[in-house]
């Protein structure tokens, strides 16, 4: 279960405002904002979504590991531009499970 802090990272990191989260992930902008301004903890469904909503803009978020809690970017935007590009292209819509 991710942080306020982690949250307000990852979305900092792949650049989505409050509502634009707020509109992806179905929670409440006011919720989120409370969230990661540590003034209310969310339901736990809830800061479940919101992790999911940012891990599928390409957030990663790592655990305590020793070294601390964190968050990084799944891909460099270069890469994620080529994806999106890719993407967008058309073509055989298909699922991206690899085997």
Known sequence: MITGSQCRAGRALVE???GKLSI????D??????FERKLQKPEKEAIGILQAALESLGAVFIEENGGGIGVRLKFTQSE??????LESEGGIVASDRVP
């Not at 992806?24 to 929670?27: D, I, N, W």
């Open 29 to 34: 902008e006011a919720v989120i904002e409370g």
């Open 80 to 85: 994620a531009r080529r994806i999106a590009r």
């Open 24 to 27: 992806r992930s179905g929670v």
């Open 16 to 18: 989505v405002t409050r």
